[in-house]
């Protein structure tokens, strides 16, 4: 009953399911909800690794025949995101031979992470599904793990749920702003606008350490090559290599720091561009 259901949903949403006999866990984010009188509320595809399946949502005709249903999917099972970075989730509505507008919500996210709808609402009529993007959002100071969250597809009484995952790694990006020389303040006095929150807080995860450690990684976007001012390399926030005091790799327009900056001991760490000297401060902190 189960996998025959799943076969028409395909059926009748091609582009959002692929081939049903080659559906893997990357590309379910699992099926749940439906009203009650829904004769199989859910179940666990034990065929499918780490998919979940669960009760379409229905409309039950008289005589306790489902004619009328729809299914929620994420395009993935699990996600990951960087801290003070964003993610998109994509939601597709799949209906077998529902017609309506259904409204979509997200709950379950943790402490830190917001997520929004664009649309918030979608059109669905017989086999002609839609499709809506979340994009998820989290900031700094989020504590690095990975949780469960809920995508909710309601129409009426006629509920349904995917259940994929966000992992917040333990990672930051940071960026040097384009145009930065003119942010700069003195060397008796630096600016610190430059670079996001002053400190930049950070939440340290479970079993934070060298061997699970907050990645600070540098992203240039100015124009100019720049290099990373630090002075705490047995913690892990080295200075950028610069033999004779000069950096001997900056960082280019559009280009990632070379130099690892894999922090492992809670503190405050002050940074600033060494090449124009301590005028521009960021400082990570982590506790």
């Given at each position: 009953m189960r996998s025959s259901r799943l076969l028409i949903a395909c059926a009748a949403f091609a582009l959002a399911c692929g081939d049903a006999s080659t559906i893997g866990s990357d590309h379910w984010g699992g099926i749940g909800g439906g009203q009650s009188g829904d004769t199989d509320p859910g179940s666990v595809d034990t065929t499918d690794s780490g998919a979940t399946t669960g009760g379409d949502a229905g409309v039950i005709a008289e005589g306790g025949s489902q004619t009328q249903s729809f299914q929620v999917m994420t395009d993935k099972t699990s996600y990951d995101v960087e801290l003070r970075a964003k993610v998109q989730v994509q939601v597709t509505i799949a209906p077998q031979g529902f017609t309506g507008t259904v409204?979509?919500?997200?709950?379950?996210?943790s402490t830190g992470v917001t997520g929004a709808f664009s649309?918030?609402?979608?059109?669905?009529?017989?086999t002609t599904g839609a499709t809506s993007m979340l994009t998820l959002t989290t900031l700094e100071s989020v504590i690095p793990a990975a949780t469960p969250f809920t995508v909710t597809a309601t129409s009426g009484s006629t509920t349904a749920t995917a259940a994929p995952s966000l992992n917040v790694m333990p990672q930051i990006t940071i960026q040097i702003p384009n145009n930065v020389e003119a942010m700069a303040g003195t060397g008796g006095t630096p600016s610190t606008d430059a670079f996001g929150n002053y400190p930049i807080t950070i939440n340290a995860p479970a079993n934070f350490g060298?061997?699970?450690p907050i990645v600070v990684k540098f992203l240039n976007l100015d124009s100019a090559?720049?290099?990373?001012h630090a002075s705490n390399p047995t913690?892990?926030?080295?200075?950028d290599t610069d033999p004779n005091g000069v950096c001997s790799t900056p960082m280019q327009k559009?280009?990632?720091?070379?130099?690892a900056?894999?922090?492992?001991?809670k503190g405050s760490y002050l940074f600033y561009l060494h090449d124009e000297g301590d005028t521009t401060d960021g400082?990570?902190?982590?506790?």
């Open positions: 409204n979509l919500a997200v709950s379950g996210l649309p918030t609402s979608v059109s669905v009529s017989g060298t061997n699970n090559p720049h290099c990373i913690q892990g926030f080295p200075h559009n280009q990632m720091d070379s130099t900056h894999n922090v492992n001991t400082m990570i902190k982590i506790q």
